[in-house]
C-alpha cells in the first residue's frame, strides 16, 4: 500500500527552526520527484520547494530560498525540509506530494499526499 507520512511540525517563535519530515512506504521516493506544498484557510494550495528524480532542486517561493533546504535520504526512504529563520506569515498546514518524475509547482499534478502538518510560527 502507497503512503505518505509528514511529521516534524510544530510550534516555533519568529525566527525559529523546524525540519519537517516526508517518509513514504510502499515505494521508492527517490524513483520520483517530492514537492512541499503549504495551505492556510481559504487560500489556495502553495508550492514551496521541490526536488526532482534527478535531484534537481526548484524553489517557487522565493523568500524560501537561502533559508529553507529539501533533501532526500533514501535510506530512510524520507525527504526532508529543513525551515530556518521562520516567519509568522509561514505558518500554514505543510503537505508533501510525490507520483511524478519532474517537478511542478502545480498542486493538481502530483498524485500521492499526505496528511499534512501544521507550522505555527508565533510569539
Known amino acids: 500500500q502507497v503512503q505518505v507520512v509528514e511529521s516534524g511540525g510544530g510550534l516555533v517563535q519568529p525566527g525559529g527552526s523546524l525540519r519537517l519530515s516526508c517518509a513514504a512506504s510502499?515505494?521508492?521516493?527517490?524513483?520520483?520527484?517530492v514537492a512541499w506544498f503549504r495551505q492556510t484557510p481559504g487560500k489556495e494550495r502553495e508550492g514551496v520547494v521541490c526536488?526532482?528524480?534527478?535531484?534537481?532542486?526548484?524553489y517557487y517561493v522565493n523568500s524560501a530560498k537561502g533559508r529553507f533546504t529539501i533533501s532526500r535520504d533514501n535510506a530512510k526512504n524520507t525527504v526532508y525540509l529543513q525551515m530556518n529563520n521562520l516567519k509568522a506569515e509561514e505558518s500554514a498546514i505543510y503537505y508533501c506530494?510525490?507520483?511524478?518524475?519532474?517537478?511542478?509547482?502545480?498542486?493538481?499534478?502530483?498524485?500521492?499526499w499526505g496528511q499534512g502538518t501544521q507550522v505555527t510560527v508565533s510569539s
Open positions: 526536488i526532482s528524480s534527478g535531484d534537481v532542486i526548484t
Open positions: 506530494a510525490t507520483g511524478r518524475k519532474f517537478c511542478s509547482g502545480n498542486h493538481y499534478t502530483y498524485n500521492d
Open positions: 510502499g515505494f521508492s521516493l527517490d524513483d520520483y520527484a
